[in-house]
């Protein structure tokens, strides 16, 4: 079984990514958080089969979620409206990104491969 998390402040994008995520992956644990602080609480209790990260949050905490998220080998799918080669290099390497607004068929793709790599063994 999948866990996956997704970050997103936008409540609304929060929704569509959370449905979306919960209709590919049946049977996954689809966690939403929408701060940094929040990704912080979560990987303390749960290891991530894969994460996607709005920018914003990525950023925040002075940039731990994604130090933490990287330390515990977990996939990241990074999103952002801001420029994306900006963002990337603001963030860090992450294994995907996508520009908004994307596709979800996109987005799913992505979040397909993500998942696969996690199961497959080191």
């Keep these: 079984m999948s866990f996956i998390l997704i970050a997103e402040r936008d409540r609304s994008v929060r929704e569509v990514l959370v449905d979306a995520t919960r209709d590919a992956f049946p049977g996954s644990e689809v966690y939403a958080v929408e701060s940094g602080a929040e990704v912080l609480e979560t990987l303390e209790q749960f290891q991530p089969t894969a994460a996607v990260l709005h920018w914003a949050v990525a950023e925040e905490q002075g940039g731990e979620c994604m130090q933490r998220l990287r330390q515990a080998r977990v996939p990241i799918l990074l999103i952002s409206a801001w420029d994306l080669r900006r963002a990337m290099a603001s963030a860090g390497p992450t294994e995907a990104a996508l520009q ?10 992505i979040l397909r491969r993500l998942v696969r790599t996690e199961a497959l063994p080191a």
């Design 100 to 109: 908004k607004p994307f596709e979800l068929a996109d987005y799913l793709r």
